[in-house]
């Protein structure tokens, strides 16, 4: 159980394009996805905080112009990168947050990988 | 904000020898702290966690010790194989607020 499937798992476009990529929770409801970005050999940022339902929360530095999130449903997750360009290369890996309970923890998605030529 | 400094960066072991990865961070209102394998390429993957009401935690080959008062939390694996090798983050928590990732760990088994 608590499965989390992000689409798609690679993907290359070109500078100036957008790219959307979704992010599922297959096997339960998340009220709660989050959005984070991870350069090679670093750390996990956070980016984003996707509430199903109301606008997501960004965080400091994130241009929410830039990194548009859709949180339409309590399994679906949507960030798209627009106007991509190469320094938005990057790992983008989503998380969500079981719906309802006690429960605080994350369970992480594949991720996807975004080159922008 | 929350400041989580995880050591060491890399680790090397001989297969079958015991692994510790540490962790401190700053806010003691935190009580959540998990810990994840990450391997090349993938999402990272949780292993194990903890509550602020416990001091360890032990799930076969791996376990979780917490120090609230120091603010120190570890990770330690026992017996370690070749596919224990990957990177490993420690993460802290208030609950349902966001999670603050470590720097992570390169560990390395050696066969």
């Known amino acids: 159980g608590a499965v989390v499937s992000q689409h798609p798992s690679r993907v290359i476009c070109k500078s100036g394009t957008s790219v959307k990529i979704e992010c599922r929770s297959l096997d339960f409801q998340a009220t709660t996805m989050f959005w984070y970005r991870q350069f090679p050999k670093q750390s996990l940022m956070l980016m984003a905080t996707?509430?199903?339902?109301?606008?997501?929360?960004?965080e400091q530095g994130v241009e929410k112009d830039k990194f548009l999130i859709n949180h339409a449903s309590l399994t679906l997750s949507t960030l798209t990168v627009t106007s991509a360009h190469p320094e938005d290369s990057s790992f983008y890996i989503c998380?969500?947050?079981?719906?309802?309970?006690?429960?605080?923890?994350?369970?992480f998605g594949p991720g996807t990988r975004l080159t922008v030529l | 904000g929350e400041n989580v400094e995880q050591h060491p960066s890399t680790l090397s072991v001989q297969e079958g020898d015991s692994a510790v990865i540490k962790c401190t961070y700053s806010d003691s209102a935190s009580n959540y702290f998990p810990w994840y394998k990450q391997e090349l390429g993938k999402g990272p993957q949780l292993i194990i966690d903890?509550?602020?009401?416990?001091g360890e935690k032990k799930d076969q080959r791996i376990a979780v010790t917490l120090n609230k008062t120091a603010k120190h939390f570890s990770l330690h694996i026992t017996e370690t194989q070749p596919e224990d090798s990957a990177v490993y983050f420690c993460a802290v928590s208030g609950g349902y607020q966001k999670v603050t990732f470590g720097t992570g760990t390169k560990l390395q088994v050696i066969p």
């Open positions: 998380s969500a947050r079981i719906a309802g309970g006690a429960a605080v923890e994350q369970f």
């Open positions: 996707s509430n199903e339902g109301s606008k997501a929360t960004y």
């Open positions: 903890i509550r602020s009401n416990v």
